[in-house]
């Protein structure tokens, strides 16, 4: 559904994604990880086109999409979520929700108008998320948790086929982590189709179907996640040390 093909970013020397490969089958959740700097949050950059990619193609249910611009993207079915959350804190979360899905947000410098429809929408989104009780919250009152699954709800008002999550669980804590991780499976069960970066090695392993590990800037394995835990590669480039912390 979505192939990554020798994707290149530089910045100056520094070869942030240097000719990364691999693909996102449909229906499945796809694990990318790998060390700091790897080049993960670069590459879905240049995936979504926030960034604009030095070489290389990124293609989409057959049809190339690097050069398009990110709304146009967006409109192809495919979405993402920031690392820091994008909440515009004078807002209402249901308010968030909707102003980010129509102006990617870059804007939202107005309270928008809210259409009957559009306000359902955002209901019932914030609805299969479990967080209805915070529809009217102001947004500076949420948790860090709260805020990232306000910016799942906002990325769902565009109905994507694929979206990118850039660390979902990353400083959330354990018990709202289940639930993000949850919903996660639910969506993916109603047919999303689901790339992730994340660095809880424990949520990768037991919600991804294939992993994808980069080290500098290179794709260096692939495959299920069995089979990237014993890679000889991984454990050396980097998860050598996180799972020998969690089996001490
Ligand atoms: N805008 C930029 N300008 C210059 N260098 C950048 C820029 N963005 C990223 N880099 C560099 O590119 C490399 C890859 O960074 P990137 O953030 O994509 O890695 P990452 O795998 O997402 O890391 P982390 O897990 O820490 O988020 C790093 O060396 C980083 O310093």
Redesign the pocket.
């Known amino acids: 559904m979505l192939e990554v093909r020798n994707l290149c970013k530089h ?2 020397g ?1 070869k ?1 994604v240097d000719g990364a490969s691999f693909t996102v089958e449909k229906g499945s959740i796809t694990a990318l990880i ?1 060390p ?8 879905f950059n240049c995936i979504s086109r926030t960034a604009t990619p030095s070489g290389g193609e990124v293609w989409l249910d057959g049809e190339r999409i690097d050069n398009l611009r990110p709304h146009k993207i967006t409109a192809k079915g495919l979405s993402r979520t920031f ?1 820091i959350s994008r909440n515009l804190s004078d807002m209402t979360v249901i308010e968030n929700v909707i102003v980010q899905s129509k102006v990617h947000g870059f804007g939202g410098l107005f309270r928008p108008a809210m259409s009957r429809d559009e306000k359902d929408k955002a209901m019932s989104i914030l609805d299969f998320l479990g967080i209805t009780r915070i529809a009217f919250e102001d947004g500076h009152n949420l948790s860090y948790g709260q805020k990232k699954l306000m910016d799942l709800a906002a990325l769902l008002m565009s109905d994507p086929k694929v979206i990118l999550l850039d660390e979902p669980a990353g400083g959330v804590n354990p018990s709202l982590m289940e639930e993000i991780v949850d919903r996660i499976r639910a969506l993916n069960e109603k047919g999303m189709t689901v790339l992730i ?1 994340e ?1 809880n090695m424990d949520l990768i392993m037991r919600l991804s179907h294939k992993v994808v590990v ?1 080290a500098q ?1 290179r794709v260096i394995c692939t495959g299920t996640p069995d089979i990237v835990r014993k890679d000889a590669q991984v454990l050396d480039a980097y998860l050598g040390g996180v799972l020998e912390e969690e089996e001490a």
């Not at 700091?36 to 590459?43: C, I």
């Open positions: 910045y100056g520094v942030a790998g700091n700097g790897a080049g993960k949050t670069t590459a690392q970066v660095h980069m800037g």
